[in-house]
């Protein structure tokens, strides 16, 4: 039951406070083509479309509402990232992923590890911790929701769809758009990091500006961006559903509604309360109960697929749930699992 709950509070924070991250990124972009202005009552207008939106999304259930505009975006931020690539410093950049790559590599174990011991330094706790916070706070939203849509993959499928490719897919994003931003403040106009001093939301919209088209890009990024969130709050909505309704794979609409519509309550409070500062306290604070849960649930998978791999049978009366079936007995002994993580290792 706390392990169910921790997950349902992590869940909604998490997103809650990229949809507020969002909103101000949007409204930025929207002050810039429109007289509409930037404050809270705006951005409360701007957080109301994406709530119903992603609202009607988890109604229409997965494959009607959730991966239809999940495919969408993924077009809208492929076109974007190839316009990126090849309008920016297209070598600068492919440098940029190699020599960072390599760099990630050889640092990761000291700055996974490094504590800043200067009291009067606040950039670790607005940037390593609060990031580390916020996606440790999206781990069991993620893990809920990647596990019901991958049901039947082999394990060497799911590693490589889950956590190879997502990662080396982030490392060029960042490259490409992080780089451009690089170049236009080494080599170029500038510009980039004053308009990230004055207000962190403008940083994308800073960066389209120093290459062409920007007025066509920066409509199509905040089109990216409003749908990336309207993805993530149905799904994060469709995962509480799951969770509060016992893991039944089709909970109730009404409570659907529910959730959706609390996510989007909670970011607006986030923004009232304090904007980005407020959201940074709760993502770090969330991340530390979630934290101690994925402990557990990586020693109980651990555990888990040692007893599979040696032919052990789950203890009695053990059940695994099925989104065909709702649940039913584990009677094998895990002979099929067991054979995948052989051919790995022959492999």
């Not at 930025?28 to 999304?57: C, D, F, H, K």
Request: with cysteine; charged share 15%.
């Amino acid at each position: 039951m706390a392990s169910t709950s921790c997950a349902r509070v992590g869940t909604l924070l998490g997103v809650a406070t990229s949809l507020g991250l969002g909103v101000m990124q949007i409204n930025q972009r929207l002050a810039r083509v429109a007289p509409v202005g930037t404050g809270l009552a705006i951005q409360g207008a701007i957080m109301a479309v994406i709530t119903a939106t992603a609202t009607v999304s988890v109604v229409l259930g997965l494959k009607r509402g959730v991966r239809r505009l999940s495919q969408l975006n993924m077009v809208l931020a492929g076109a974007l990232f190839a316009f990126v690539l090849l309008a920016g410093p297209t070598v600068f950049l492919l440098e940029t992923f190699v020599s960072g790559l390599g760099r990630y590599r050889q640092t990761l174990p000291r700055y996974s590890l490094w504590l800043d011991l200067d009291r009067t330094a606040d950039w670790q706790g607005q940037w390593t911790l609060f990031y580390w916070g916020w996606w440790i706070s999206w781990s069991p939203f993620v893990g809920v929701f990647v596990a019901r849509i991958s049901r039947g993959r082999t394990i060497r499928e799911f590693v490589a769809g889950v956590l190879l490719v997502p990662t080396l897919v982030t490392f060029l994003w960042l490259s490409v758009f992080g780089g451009t931003g690089l170049n236009a403040e080494l080599f170029g106009q500038g510009g980039v990091a004053q308009a990230v001093e004055r207000d962190v939301a403008l940083s994308l919209h800073a960066m389209l500006d120093t290459l062409p088209w920007s007025a066509i890009t920066g409509v199509l990024a905040t089109l990216v961006i409003v749908v990336f969130f309207i993805t993530s709050s149905d799904s994060g909505s469709f995962v509480d559903d799951m969770v509060t309704s016992g893991g039944h794979p089709h909970p109730p609409k009404p409570q659907r509604v529910f959730w959706a519509v609390s996510e989007g309550a909670v970011a607006a409070t986030l923004l009232i309360a304090g904007g980005l500062t407020a959201m940074q306290n709760v993502a770090i604070a969330t991340g530390l109960p979630v934290s101690v849960l994925l402990a557990v649930a990586c020693w109980s998978l651990a555990r888990g697929l040692k007893r599979d791999l040696r032919g052990e049978a789950m203890p009695r009366g053990g059940e695994i749930p099925t989104p065909e079936l709702g649940v039913r007995p584990m009677r094998r002994r895990g002979a099929g699992l067991a054979r995948r993580l052989r051919g790995l290792v022959r492999r």
